[in-house]
């Protein structure tokens, strides 16, 4: 193992944005298991520290990688993509229409049924945006057109977070 590999060196899992969330787990405890810090309590401190490294780094990398959104603006990284986020947040007409539209929706509704039902709409967009970046990565490789789709993604997970907020306020 090397601290400096990337996520999916360090796990063992192809470059893939496709992937199994149960492997990711079996690796992550195959790791920590190895890289227990009572595993060189015979060893010393300095041994012990660099093993905390490491049981850091693998925590890490397992959430960078079993959060989709995470896992695919790293992608974009680590092709020499980046995914400029807090610097660009051009998005194409259509897209900030229903952006504007689904925040006059959550404002005006006042009921759960409301509320769900703009949820189940968000998650439908969700769904089709994790499909679309994980064609445009797994099979046609394309990072660069697959960027967009991610950062418009950050606006619909945002957006996701607020109509859950409003539903939390509801049940309380």
């Not at 470059?15 to 787990?25: E, G, N, P, T, Y």
């Not at 229409?97 to 005006?108: C, H, S, T």
Request: with cysteine.
């Amino acid at each position: 193992m090397n601290l400096q590999s990337d996520d999916f060196e360090l796990l063992g899992l192809k470059r893939l944005f496709h992937q199994d969330l149960s492997q990711i787990d079996a690796r992550k405890q195959d790791l920590q298991r190895l890289a227990h810090p009572d595993q060189f309590a015979n060893q010393g401190v300095a041994a012990q520290r660099i093993a905390m490294q490491w049981s850091v780094r693998i925590n890490e990398a397992c959430q960078r990688l079993k959060d989709p959104l995470k896992r695919a603006a790293y992608l974009c990284e680590l092709h020499g993509v980046s995914v400029h986020a807090d610097k660009n947040t051009a998005m194409p007409a259509d897209f900030l229409m229903q952006q504007m539209q689904w925040r006059e929706d959550l404002n005006a509704a006042h009921s759960a049924d409301d509320l769900e039902k703009i949820r189940r709409q968000v998650n439908r967009v969700k769904r089709e945006m994790l499909q679309t970046i994980e064609h445009l990565m797994d099979e046609q490789q394309n990072f660069d057109h697959a960027v967009g789709t991610v950062r418009a993604l950050m606006f619909v997970e945002r957006f996701a977070a607020d109509v859950d907020q409003r539903i939390d306020q509801l049940d309380e």
